[in-house]
């Protein structure tokens, strides 16, 4: 293989077709989770946690914060695509490009359904843990030198209905931040399977209680919900994600890019150029407070 032996044109044509493709579209994990941008191959993510509230005192009153971190290092993800020699002497070009837009595309696919993935698979530890060193949902969270005293739980078991949903969204209503003050989130989205989707849309979409015949107003008319197909069947999770900060987090060290390309004059059709596609992230647990998971 000749590395750099590819007309200048392709390589600039494979660049401009793969960023474009790139922001085509908006995709869902947005709305869950924070891209924090890298600078180093491995890195420490220090929150100092909740600010003390206000004290009624003539005298000055010092009060700590509690620092919390997170070490987190970017995984390598590559997809490589070519055309034909014989293709780009016939003025084929097209399907380079369709080529490098598709690869964009699955580039933010990835992601997308890497954030979905982590989220689902929250109650283990198959994608790492959360700052406090448990499963993202546990029933057992705990800042060591918080004010509170006892754990916190962001874990249920409980088939998405209307009246669990009640519940779930009461409790997390509840949790408290690491000075022991009720954090007051907006918990506003659900986000569930393609099987759980019309149970979803009842309870946020219909005015009235889809599950009594009386037909009394649903409170929670509005709310919004997400459907994901890397969602489990029965799993649902309650999130703030009008937050500004999130759950998770996609850390990027290197967004998707034309990392190389290079020629091939033994393979078929006069040769092939090549061209590697390239990223490093990896997406992580932040505030388990934010996301309450229902069943999995």
């Excluded at 016939?90 to 696919?109: C, E, H, I, P």
């Excluded at 890019?257 to 040769?271: E, I, T, V, Y």
């Excluded at 992580?284 to 999995?296: E, I, N, P």
Aim: charged content about 20%; some cysteine.
């Amino acid at each position: 293989m000749i590395s750099g032996n590819v007309p200048a044109h392709l390589t600039v044509g494979a660049r401009t077709g793969f960023l474009v493709s790139l922001k085509e579209k908006t995709y869902a994990w947005s709305q869950i989770a924070a891209q924090i941008n890298l600078t180093a191959k491995s890195q420490d993510l220090v929150d100092l946690g909740a600010a003390p509230m206000p004290v009624e005192d003539a005298a000055i009153q010092v009060q700590d914060m509690i620092e919390k971190s997170l070490t987190v290092k970017p995984r390598d993800w590559n997809l490589t695509v070519f055309i034909s020699k014989n293709s780009v002497d016939d003025d084929q070009t097209g399907t380079l490009n369709a080529k490098v837009r598709s690869a964009g595309r699955n580039f933010q696919r990835a992601i997308d359904n890497r954030v979905f993935q982590v989220l689902d698979a929250g109650d283990a530890t198959t994608y790492g843990l959360c700052y406090d060193g448990l499963s993202f949902f546990n029933d057992s969270h705990v800042d060591a030198g918080a004010a509170y005293t006892t754990t916190q739980d962001n874990l249920r078991a409980s088939a998405l209905s209307l009246d669990n949903f009640d519940t779930v969204l009461t409790v997390a209503q509840g949790t408290r931040d690491d000075q022991g003050e009720e954090t007051n989130y907006n918990y506003d989205l659900i986000v569930t399977s393609p099987t759980l989707a019309r149970t979803a849309f009842q309870i946020t979409s219909n005015p009235e209680a889809y599950d009594t015949s009386n037909r009394e107003r649903n409170p929670y008319i509005g709310m919004k919900s997400l459907i994901h197909p890397k969602m489990g069947t029965t799993s649902w999770v309650l999130i703030a994600s009008s937050e500004a900060t999130k759950p998770l987090g996609v850390v990027m060290r290197e967004p998707p890019n034309l990392q190389d390309s290079w020629f091939d004059p033994l393979a078929r059709d006069g040769g092939r150029y090549y061209f590697k596609f390239f990223a490093r992230y990896d997406v992580v647990y932040l505030d388990w407070r934010l996301a309450y998971l229902g069943a999995t």
